[in-house]
């Protein structure tokens, strides 16, 4: 492993003779992981503390850098409200008959009140075909909908019932997705009288943890990040119930921190650098929600979001896997521009986990930005994610440093300007 890092170090060393390289050092890396993932952080978990202590820490990172602030943030933070919605009855009559508190289910952002149902999208999941794929469309996007759900589906609609069962947790009170489920042979809707009654709490807040460098292209950004938040305390094993989140993902935050310092050292950068620790991934996604919603997509050149570098990949050292491959060329220019016997970056190899969606590129890809995880672990095989025994000790440092340095270097061309990643279709996403 130092062998490699080594030649990575004179690699760059080559590739700029403006100033002397920056070194991202093995060091500093292990003193920023090891404080995001100690027993005192307890895991991290959003809407806690704990988070509240991780943001500190980054904060304070940013600041001895010397980054700048987002406009609109205090001290390296952009808080926000998330608001908890709670629905306390949902009354439903169907085409004139009441249907029994034990066929409905409702998951809303507000109190309504349907009685037309030409105002309603109707979703209709019939006894024949895999209801999978529409059910993940019947989340996305807004406005007020009303699933009839087929009794063949029982199983499906009993799962929604239990989930909704619990408040949901929304940025926006005002959009967003008014759900109502029925268990229902009816295929039709000819009229609906839907009553539900929402209490909504206000009081909760996240922070995502920002600092930027302006570079000469102020509306050219490229954006690295990784979520700070873990799951906190668990069921304990021999005794352990902290949930360290070593590899997820202060290992990603960490890097997020290095790259900062890595570029601060290198001067100002042709297009503006944006650093972002995102709270809530765990969660909900919010952070990114929220960030997504206040940058202009078009502006967003690249994002690199970085997850889970701590551990070798399954096919071996100095070799990173990005996901959503074929979105864009993002992964093929990374590649390019650092030789494989350096260092490899290639396809994500565990399609069938839907990683491309499960971090917080995809709010961004969704917007048709180049947005892609970047990751090393082996997640098929992983003993430690979300348990209590994702603890530093269970990380290669000196693989992770290496990883940071990669991506370093990858990312030069990008933040030159000299080359720009193709964007992401919307519509080739689910």
Request: aromatic content about 8%.
């Amino acid at each position: 492993m130092r062998s490699c890092a080594a030649g990575l170090l004179t690699l760059i060393a080559a590739a700029s003779c403006a100033r002397p390289e920056p070194i991202i050092r093995r060091g500093s890396v292990a003193r920023v992981l090891s404080v995001l993932s100690a027993d005192s952080m307890r895991g991290r978990a959003a809407f806690t503390p704990d988070s509240e202590r991780a943001a500190d820490f980054i904060a304070g990172e940013f600041a001895a850098i010397g980054l700048e602030s987002l406009p609109g943030t205090v001290g390296y933070r952009q808080t926000f409200p998330v608001f908890t919605v709670a629905v306390d009855s949902t009354d439903v009559v169907l085409n004139g008959r009441r249907m029994p508190a034990s066929r409905t289910a409702a998951r809303l952002t507000r109190s309504v009140n349907w009685t037309d149902p030409t105002d309603v999208e109707i979703v209709v999941f019939g006894p024949d075909g895999d209801p999978q794929p529409q059910l993940m469309r019947l989340f996305q996007g807004e406005g007020d909908r009303l699933a009839l759900v087929h009794s063949s589906h029982e199983p499906l609609f009993a799962r929604l019932q239990r989930w909704f069962g619990r408040a949901t947790r929304t940025l926006d009170t005002v959009s967003g997705v008014n759900l109502v489920v029925v268990l229902t042979d009816d295929a039709a809707v000819r009229s609906i009288e839907v009553q539900a009654a929402t209490t909504i709490d206000t009081t909760a807040r996240l922070s995502n943890v920002i600092g930027t460098i302006v570079g000469r292209r102020p509306d050219e950004l490229i954006v690295f990040s990784g979520h700070y938040d873990h799951v906190g305390v668990r069921a304990p094993i021999d005794g352990d119930s902290i949930a360290n989140g070593a590899n997820d993902n202060a290992s990603g935050t960490t890097a997020v921190i290095e790259l900062a310092r890595y570029y601060d050292a290198l001067g100002r950068p042709e297009r503006t650098l944006v650093f972002v620790a995102f709270a809530a991934e765990e969660a909900g996604g919010y952070g990114s929600e929220y960030l997504a919603g206040r940058l202009h997509p078009d502006e967003i050149v690249a994002l690199f979001n970085i997850e889970m570098i701590g551990k070798v990949a399954g096919d071996g050292p100095n070799r990173a896997w990005i996901t959503g491959w074929d979105e864009s060329d993002f992964g093929p220019l990374l590649a390019a521009a650092v030789p494989d016997s350096v260092f490899a970056f290639t396809a994500d190899p565990y399609p069938d986990e839907n990683l491309f969606y499960r971090s917080d590129n995809a709010v961004f890809a969704r917007l048709g930005v180049p947005a892609h995880s970047i990751s090393t672990t082996p997640i098929d095989v992983d003993p430690d994610y979300h348990r209590v025994t994702d603890e530093i000790e269970t990380l290669d440092i000196d693989h992770m440093t290496a990883t940071i340095r990669a991506i370093a270097l990858a990312a030069r061309p990008i933040v030159a300007g000299t080359v720009t990643p193709s964007r992401i279709d919307p519509e080739r996403l689910r």
